[in-house]
């Protein structure tokens, strides 16, 4: 599955549960409360936290969608590979990043380990979990900012959301692209109900 196919399915469930799917500025202050709720579940030690992480990136690759952005070749273009693929390894699906220049393929877990990598030998943060999610929020505010401008660097605005949220994934030991793929479906499933305030809650 193309992370572009992802990007898909996570907007058309969004208009099938009544979701907002116009709003950007909305869409930031979501992505802020998951971002909220990804931190709560780490410094409490929930075994929902690759979850909540995941769902971060959900709500980013929807803002990818609404905006006609193919987050994953921003991603690459950031990395300096140059196309975004899926295959199915022996556990079960799982995001997959080919480079067309050399026909590699790598999974999004090596692509986090790479970012891992890369942030050691820039003598980058790789051990302060709260500092990581400080530097995503800053770089949400970026993208925000970006966004608001009308900025061309929104694109690559996003993507550096994404890569924080890989290197976050890699320290603390979460395959973030099975955990996108998991909560997808789980999405997918639940039913909602508009709250007093007019917002979409699942029950």
């Not at 869409?27 to 909220?36: A, K, M, Q, T, V």
């Amino acid at each position: 599955m193309l992370m572009k196919e992802i990007q898909k399915e996570i907007l058309e469930n969004k208009k099938r549960h009544g979701f907002n799917t116009t709003n950007i500025e909305r869409e930031f202050c979501y992505l802020y409360g998951e971002l909220r709720e990804a931190y709560e579940a780490y410094y409490k030690g929930l075994d929902t936290y690759g979850e909540e992480i995941a769902d971060v990136t959900i709500f980013l690759l929807g803002i990818a969608e609404i905006e006609g952005i193919d987050l994953g070749s921003e991603i690459l273009k950031r990395l300096t590979l140059s196309a975004v693929d899926a295959l199915q390894p022996k556990g079960g699906i799982t995001m997959v990043l080919h480079d067309t220049q050399t026909g590699e393929y790598k999974q999004m877990i090596d692509i986090q380990k790479e970012i891992h990598e890369n942030e050691i030998r820039q003598g980058f943060n790789v051990t302060n979990v709260e500092q990581k999610f400080c530097n995503i929020y800053g770089e949400v505010g970026e993208a925000y900012e970006a966004y608001y401008k009308q900025l061309p660097t929104f694109a690559e605005e996003l993507a550096d959301i994404a890569i924080y949220l890989m290197g976050l994934a890699e320290i603390q030991g979460i395959d973030l692209g099975a955990e996108i793929i998991r909560k997808v479906e789980i999405n997918k499933s639940r039913e909602y109900k508009r709250n007093e305030l007019g917002y979409m809650v699942h029950l």
